[in-house]
């Protein structure tokens, strides 16, 4: 088995109609620039309320990725 170095980073995503689509589009957003993704972690999740109805969803994910050899 090989052994590997991995790294990770903290995003917020956000969506209007779902937290699944928010940390969807905040691991989306990062396989832009981070290659490699392995794993996330949602670390902290939040929305905004108007006239009694979840508006919109913000989802702190944390994404590990492994370090190039």
């Given at each position: ?7 990770h980073?903290?995003v ?58």
């Open positions: 088995m090989s052994e590997h170095v991995y790294k980073i903290e917020t995503g956000t969506s209007a109609s779902s937290s699944d689509d928010a940390v969807r589009n905040a691991i989306s957003k990062a396989s832009e620039s981070v290659r490699k993704l392995r794993w996330f972690e949602v670390t902290d999740l939040r929305g905004e309320v108007n006239d009694g109805q979840v508006a919109h969803w913000q989802a702190t994910v944390k994404i590990g990725f492994r370090i190039d050899e």
